[in-house]
């Protein structure tokens, strides 16, 4: 989780005098805002439904071999035709990241005897970051047809989430000042001042799907087919005011 926090009108500042090249420093002066009356502290949570304009899917390779050299040799040679096959698809190389590789002993531990050791499982994976929503679930098919023996994904996302973010912040900010003026007035206050605002922000998360799943057919399907749906992206502010009168 990101965080972002600042302070308004804040119970503490502190003010730096400007000084002219050369000259000796001027030490800063504390200023306190006196607060007389209760605080409430509110936290608020917004949410902002987009549509994803990226995908990212992780595809491996998993491949066994009686020794530690053959498992990773074969592996390699199975890897290197799944990112021509990823090359071919226009993917950039700027978005295709080796995200993992792994080498393991593997044993048989069947009828309660000793284990086994039976050879090494190699494993590569790597993430891509696909930018065409169209073309998902083609290039799912292409990559298994390439060698491809493990997927995962794919994960939806927003490239830029700033304007969605900005959005839920003003959303989130309004909904809180409305709370504690609320306040204010079922305690007998005047107002309610503004004393400190923490913002965490959410990463965009996968909401559902606004089509619903085309039902099975007995018929192939061309393509395995995906819904990107929408994802939210949420602001919740914590914040802090002073009822007055």
């Avoid at 308004?8 to 009356?37: F, K, N, Q, Y």
């Avoid at 493990?150 to 809180?176: C, H, M, Y």
């Amino acid at each position: 989780m990101s965080r972002l926090s600042f302070a308004a009108l804040a119970a503490s500042a502190t003010l730096v005098a400007m000084v002219p090249l050369g000259a000796a420093p001027v030490a800063a002066a504390d200023v306190t805002i006196e607060t007389t009356g209760p605080v409430v502290e509110l936290q608020v949570s917004q949410q902002v439904l987009s549509d994803p304009d990226k995908a990212t899917i992780n595809a491996g390779v998993t491949t066994r071999g009686a020794t530690a050299v053959a498992a990773m040799q074969a592996n390699a040679t199975q890897m290197d035709r799944v990112l021509a096959q990823v090359t071919s698809l226009g993917v950039p190389e700027n978005r295709v990241q080796t995200s993992g590789i792994t080498l393991n002993p593997q044993y048989d531990y069947r009828n309660n005897q000793p284990p086994q050791f039976t050879g090494y499982e190699a494993t590569n994976t790597v993430t891509l970051e696909l930018r065409d929503l169209d073309r998902i679930g083609p290039v799912l098919d292409a990559l298994v047809a390439a060698g491809a023996t493990n997927l995962n994904g794919p994960t939806w996302a927003i490239v830029d989430d700033s304007s969605a973010k900005q959005q839920a912040r003003e959303a989130a900010f309004a909904k809180a000042r409305q709370q504690a003026e609320d306040y204010a007035r079922m305690a007998g206050f005047g107002s309610a001042r503004l004393l400190s605002v923490e913002e965490s922000l959410n990463y965009a998360t996968p909401m559902f799907n606004r089509v619903a799943n085309e039902a099975l057919s007995s018929a192939p399907a061309p393509a395995t087919p995906t819904r990107p749906g929408q994802v939210a992206t949420q602001i919740t502010l914590t914040v802090k005011y002073a009822l007055e009168q």
